[in-house]
C-alpha cells in the first residue's frame, strides 16, 4: 500500500512517501508563495529515485497551514493531529508534544495511538517561532542552522525582557552595539523563548514522556535550554521536521484500511504573555455543534464548523485567534456588561475560560 502525506507549512513543506508502513523517501522544500505549485514541486522532489509517480499513491493527505492547496489530496487534516499521530510511530510512549514550527509554536498531549487529548496554540505573534529565529540569525549575522552551536558556548546569557519580535530585535541590535557576545545574546533569547515554552506545555500538562518536534527541534541550543527550562530529556526523532507530514502519511494508510480519524478532544485558544493568560477552551467532546454560542457571543468571534470527521463543533473565528484578548473580555465581563455569553448558551458545558 503507497500513500503519501504533505504538510504545507508556513516556511518549509514537507512530504513522505510510504509503502506498508515504511517510509520510502522524505524531503523539506522552502514554501512559496503559491501553495497549490509549492504542493507540486515538493510531491515531485519526494518522488524521485523512487521510480513511483503520483498516480502511485492510493491515498494522500495534505496538512499544515496551506493544507486546503493541495490538488491532489484526497483529505485535509489539522497539523495538530498530524504531528501527534507522526510523533508515536517513532515513540509510541510520547504523550506530551512541543511542535515549534515557522510561525507558531503548540504544546499537545496525546494517547498511545497518537490521539490528541488536549493541544494549546501559540500563534499571537511571531516571537520564538522560525520566523523569529531567522530573523535573529540575520541581524547577528550568523547562518540559521549555525545559531544552535553558537548559543551552546554562551557563558553568560543575556536576559530579555520579551521575545516580541519587534522588541527583542532592537534589543539584540542594542547588546550587539555594546560588544555583548553573539553566543550570550542567542542564550539569552533561547532562554526567553524556553520560558515561553514551559507555559504553554504547563497547559497541557506535562508528562516526562516528552518530544519536541517542528524545525527549530534541529536547533542544539533551543533543545539545550528546553531540557533545562522543562527538566526533561525530550525524544528526538531522526527528523522532527517531517513529523507532520509523516502523521498525515500515516492518517492516509488508515484510510486505505478503512479506518477512521480521531479528532482533537479539547481544544484551546488563547496565549500566555507578559500582560496575563488570555484562553477558550472548547471540550470537543461535549459539544454537539448545536450552534446556540454563535449568536451568543456579542463580538462574533466564534463560529460552528465541520471537524475533520465531518462533525460540526463549536471553535473561535480564525481572524479572531491573534486578538482574542482586544475582542473577547471574557465571560465574566460579557454577563455583567451585556448580560449575554456563550457560557450561558451552551446546556453542555462545552466552553471554559481562563482570563
Ligand atoms: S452551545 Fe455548546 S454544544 Fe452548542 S455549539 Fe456551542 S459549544 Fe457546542
Ligand atoms: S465570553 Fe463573550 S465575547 Fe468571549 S467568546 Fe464568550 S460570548 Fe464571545
Request: proline share 3%.
Amino acid at each position: 500500500m503507497i500513500v503519501a502525506g504533505i504538510d504545507i507549512g508556513s516556511r518549509a513543506a514537507k512530504a513522505v512517501v510510504m509503502n506498508d508502513g515504511n517510509i520510502v523517501s522524505s524531503t523539506i522544500c522552502d514554501t512559496g508563495p503559491e501553495s497549490v505549485k509549492t504542493s507540486q514541486m515538493t510531491m515531485g522532489r519526494v518522488l524521485e529515485g523512487t521510480g513511483l509517480a503520483l498516480d502511485d499513491m492510493e491515498y494522500v493527505v495534505a496538512t499544515g497551514y496551506g493544507r486546503v492547496l493541495v490538488p491532489f489530496a484526497k483529505e485535509n487534516i489539522s497539523e495538530i493531529s498530524c504531528h501527534a499521530r507522526g510523533i508515536t510511530w517513532y515513540f509510541p510512549e510520547v504523550r506530551t508534544i512541543l511542535d515549534m514550527g515557522g510561525q507558531d509554536c503548540k504544546a499537545i498531549n496525546c494517547d498511545a495511538e497518537g490521539r490528541v487529548n488536549n493541544f494549546i496554540m501559540n500563534d499571537k505573534c511571531a516571537g520564538g517561532t522560525g520566523r523569529f529565529l531567522e530573523m535573529i540569525a540575520e541581524v547577528l549575522n550568523i547562518p540559521l542552522e549555525k545559531i544552535g552551536e553558537v548559543a551552546l558556548r554562551s557563558k553568560q546569557a543575556i536576559p530579555f525582557n520579551t521575545i516580541c519580535a519587534v522588541f527583542a530585535k532592537s534589543e539584540a541590535i542594542a547588546y550587539l552595539r555594546k560588544g555583548v557576545g553573539k553566543e550570550d545574546i542567542l542564550a539569552g533569547l533561547n532562554d526567553a523563548i524556553a520560558t515561553r515554552c514551559l507555559n504553554l506545555l504547563k497547559r497541557v500538562s506535562i508528562q516526562k514522556e516528552f518530544t519536541i518536534t517542528g524545525g527549530i527541534a534541529k536547533n542544539k541550543g533551543m533543545v539545550a535550554q528546553l531540557r533545562e527550562k522543562v527538566g526533561l530529556d525530550p525524544f528526538l526523532c531522526e527528523d522532527p521536521q517531517i513529523i507532520g507530514a509523516l502523521g498525515a502519511a500515516l492518517f492516509a494508510r488508515d484510510r486505505c484500511q478503512g479506518k477512521t480519524v480521531a479528532v482533537e478532544a479539547k481544544v484551546q485558544y488563547g496565549y500566555s504573555d507578559g500582560t496575563g493568560n488570555y484562553f477558550i477552551t472548547i471540550d470537543t467532546g461535549r459539544c454537539d455543534g448545536c450552534g446556540e454560542c454563535v449568536p451568543a457571543c456579542p463580538h462574533g468571534i466564534i463560529e460552528v464548523a465541520a471537524d475533520e470527521g465531518g462533525q460540526l463543533k463549536t471553535r473561535v473565528k480564525e481572524e479572531a485567534r491573534k486578538k482574542l484578548a482586544l475582542l473577547c473580555p471574557g465571560h465574566r465581563e460579557c454577563v455583567g456588561k451585556l448580560g449575554v455569553n456563550c457560557h450561558r448558551a451552551c446546556t453542555r458545558d462545552a466552553i471554559s475560560h481562563t482570563w
